[in-house]
């Protein structure tokens, strides 16, 4: 999904790891699973906002991104490399 680049709707712990990098990397948006309020808002804002236009249905990008293939992948070299680190 982040490799994508399309807002993330995230219907589950508002607290959670997964709701947390959601939120850090403003890659969309996490509501719980009774908010179906909040859940409508958000797609209609979404469609809304980026109507048919599926060329500006992204995200803000972050470069390098942290999820990045190559990034993962310096990542688990260095600890590899590096484990005291």
Request: hydrophobic share 35%.
């Amino acid at each position: 999904y982040i490799g994508a680049k399309r807002p993330i709707l995230l219907i589950g712990a508002t607290d959670g790891d997964a709701a947390r990098t959601v939120n850090d990397y403003a890659l969309g948006h996490t509501f719980e699973h009774n908010d179906t309020e909040g859940i409508s808002i958000y797609i209609e804002t979404i469609l809304n906002r980026f109507g048919t236009h599926p060329d500006h249905f992204s995200v803000k990008g972050i470069e390098p991104h942290p999820f990045s293939r190559k990034v993962l992948t310096e990542r688990l070299v260095n600890t590899v490399l590096n484990p005291g680190d």
